[in-house]
């Protein structure tokens, strides 16, 4: 039984915390977030400790293991304090919005051997592994395209849109790094992107895109096409199309239940899809704990690694390069 120190306690941090305590191999045993209100409530209702200092939960004897779903500027504080205490660490994407930050982290951090993953959920939902399998059994032939449809039911509040580092960096990057998973050890090396503010006041506000489009290529050729939108008024739409010489596979929408309704109005209308994240991805964020739990265990490496976090950040700098300078950037990650 592993004991988690949980660093964050806003929206995804209460979802994470109640993901520990339902897992068999942990529980969760300190809670810390600036507001102590909000640490108290999940401590509270979780049988855990809120505390006042990140180093009294990262640095207690009695914590295995730290999870941290804190606002993105903190992340990179508290993964060298968990590192540094030899803790394994389960951190929220993106690592960073500065991408000096993160080289500078990975260069501190070269000789720590406890495990850093990245909260790249996406990659345990069952539907999108089970593309990411059909590419690499080659079930579809060679891979030519890959096209992500991803898109918010709603845009988040001004106070997250100050601190997201905006949409590229904040929503696409799940995105980016889903097409890298798919992909495998075949890199992205092209992108054009275009944003557009088409309705939403306070993305306006913060001179942020509510809409957005990408084509990236990778260095066999294969096409890659994402588009990203801030408003679906029919919930958390995530579609993955991959697509090949043998056929293609969909990982597609998933509603609320199965049921569809045949009536003198209507054939075969079904449900609403799920309305966000917490629910669209419950599965794959309990496996992502699994996994994590797995590779300390284990002691092996983490199945979404640092180099994976930095690398989907990289293609969040080069998106806006292109989206600046109106043209196709070439993407180094040195
Ligand atoms: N993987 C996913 O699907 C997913 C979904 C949503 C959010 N996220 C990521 O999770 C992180 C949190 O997002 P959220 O939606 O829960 O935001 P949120 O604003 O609801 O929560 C952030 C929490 O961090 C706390 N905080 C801020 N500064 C802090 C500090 N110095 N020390 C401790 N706590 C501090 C805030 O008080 C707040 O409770 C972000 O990095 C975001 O990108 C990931």
């Known amino acids: 039984m592993l004991n988690f120190a949980l660093i964050g306690a806003g929206r995804i941090g209460k979802m994470h915390a109640e993901i520990i305590n339902s897992n068999p191999g942990s529980r969760l045993k300190f809670v810390y977030d600036l507001n ?17 200092k990140p180093e009294e939960a990262i640095n207690s004897k009695e914590t295995d293991a730290v999870l941290i779903a804190s606002a993105t500027p903190t992340h990179i504080e508290f993964i060298k304090m968990a590192a540094n205490a030899s803790k394994p660490v389960l951190c929220e994407k993106p690592i960073d919005l500065d991408i000096d ?5 990975r ?3 070269k000789n720590i051997k406890s495990p850093i993953q990245i ?46 580092g905006g949409f590229f960096r904040d929503t696409t990057i799940h995105d980016f790094d ?3 998973f798919i992909l495998g050890d075949d890199p992205i090396i092209q992108v054009s992107a275009f944003g557009e503010n088409l309705f939403d006041k306070n993305v306006k506000t913060v001179k942020d895109f509510d809409t957005a489009m990408f ?21 958390y739409d995530q579609r993955v199309e991959v697509f090949g010489s043998k056929g293609m596979v969909i990982s597609n929408n998933q509603t609320q239940s199965s049921i569809e309704r045949y009536t003198s109005s209507s054939t075969s209308s079904k449900e609403l899809i799920h ?7 419950q599965q794959a964020y309990s496996d992502q704990l699994n996994s994590f739990i797995d590779t300390i265990n284990a002691n ?23 989206y600046e300078k109106k043209k196709i950037v070439e993407i180094n990650y040195e």
């Not at 209100?37 to 400790?49: D, Y």
């Not at 930050?101 to 982290?105: E, F, G, H, P, Q």
């Not at 084509?215 to 801030?230: D, E, Q, T, Y």
């Not at 309305?275 to 991805?281: A, D, G, K, L, N």
């Open 215 to 235: 084509i990236l290529k990778s260095a066999s050729g294969v096409l890659i096409h994402i588009n990203n939108s801030r408003r679906a008024v029919y919930g």
């Open 119 to 164: 909260g790249f959920n996406r990659r345990f939902d069952l539907s999108h592994s089970k593309a990411q399998q059909a590419r690499l059994n080659k079930e579809i032939g060679e891979l030519e395209m890959i096209i992500i449809s991803s898109r918010d039911p709603a845009a988040p509040g001004l106070d997250y849109l100050n601190a997201c």
């Open 275 to 281: 309305f966000f994240f917490i629910e669209r991805y």
């Open 107 to 109: 260069e501190d951090l």
């Open 36 to 52: 102590r209100n909000f640490a108290e409530n999940i401590a509270n209702s979780l049988n855990a400790i809120a505390v006042d």
């Open 178 to 180: 889903l097409s890298r």
């Open 101 to 105: 930050k993160v080289n500078r982290c």
């Open 300 to 322: 092996s490496r983490p199945k979404v690694t640092f180099e994976d976090g930095r690398r989907a950040l990289i293609i969040a700098n080069a998106a806006y390069e292109s």
